[in-house]
């Protein structure tokens, strides 16, 4: 039986989360090239590590595993031909640009926000929770960038915000990025081609 | 300049650790075809798990990841075409293995007698940490069991383990396996072909 729409790949990260920078900036090409349609979700994930009784990201709080995550970063920067430079607050808040991409979650202009946000944090080393950052990046891509942010900003979208976090604890994920495809769960930057791989095959089986 | 000796990287693993099982099944296969030789340093994990303030392994400590961790193993066995059954005891004590490991780590055998022992514990699901076990599979392995088992559990080899672990530590590793090619190090089964190559490339300009 084939599957008469095309297969999604259900994309969990926050724009505070250094290997979701990895996949932000790639996966929009990679998808396209897997033939498999990406369903964008952000989501708070200070809340997450919260609940695991932890303060901050692991990479903080140990120092080991940080040291050498800001290698790994610069070697898989320079894999992937990005630009990188380790920020100096980190993890920086991300509370709005998440209430901003959760608005445009379904809009032609995501992930080229989603991407340029990103640049801010790990290439340009510059806060990104901030009203008028976001509305000249806004403006930038030629969007009504006002109407966006007080739409962000909406108490409506602002419990969406929550649900998303919530969603994300039911789905049992615990760092980022998350790739899911249906129930199949993948974690980290160097799982996103195996997800879109299993994505691909199982709507060619008709399974998903 | 070109360098006269073979370039060597440092495999840091526990048999303990499911991640340097993967490792450990490969890596004497894809480092030849690197051209790139293996310096086996088996090491215990637990004491450094211990010095982070955590009674076990993170994929028991963490639900969720513990969950996942599972799942990816499956696939990622599935990937290299290695058997995997999920341990029934995990993480397996493997104290009696990594003192043989250490005696044979400049061994001929040394590749084999670790592959069997990764085996046991991943794909058999059977307890590695027993003399009896050890010396089943050293005497199939047509070696004199008795012999190395007695080195193995020899104060100064006993000695040695620990130091391995301080030095581990001092390295600032911080889990498995852990490849370090000079001062460079690449963590996680994952990089391992990462790891190859920066080895041969660093060899080939000289610098190591």
Not at 10 to 15: A, C, G, H, L, S
Not at 22 to 48: C, D, K, N, T, Y
Not at 184 to 206: P, T, Y
């Amino acid at each position: 039986m084939t599957s008469p729409t095309r297969p999604t790949l259900d994309f969990w990260f926050d724009f505070g989360s250094n290997y979701s920078y990895l996949s932000v900036m790639r996966i929009e090409e990679e998808a396209a090239r897997h033939g498999v349609g990406i369903r964008w979700q952000p989501f708070l994930l200070g809340p997450i590590f919260r609940s695991f009784g932890w303060e901050s990201s692991p990479f903080v709080l140990q120092k080991e595993k940080g040291d050498y995550t800001w290698k790994d970063m610069a070697r898989q920067c320079r894999k992937y031909g990005l630009p990188w430079r380790q920020p100096t607050r980190f993890p920086r808040p991300a509370v709005l640009p998440l209430r901003i991409a959760l608005v445009g979650a379904t809009q032609p202009w995501m992930g080229e926000f989603c991407r340029r946000t990103m640049a801010m944090n790990f290439a340009e080393d510059r806060d990104i929770d901030s009203p008028q950052a976001m509305h000249d990046l806004l403006a930038d891509l030629g969007l009504p960038a006002h109407r966006i942010i007080e739409e962000a900003i909406s108490d409506a979208n602002k419990l969406r915000l929550r649900r998303q976090t919530e969603t994300a604890t039911e789905k049992g994920i615990f760092g980022a990025p998350t790739f899911l495809a249906g129930d199949e769960m993948f974690w980290g930057n160097d799982r996103l081609d195996e997800a879109l791989a299993f994505c691909q095959a199982a709507a060619g089986s008709g399974a998903a």
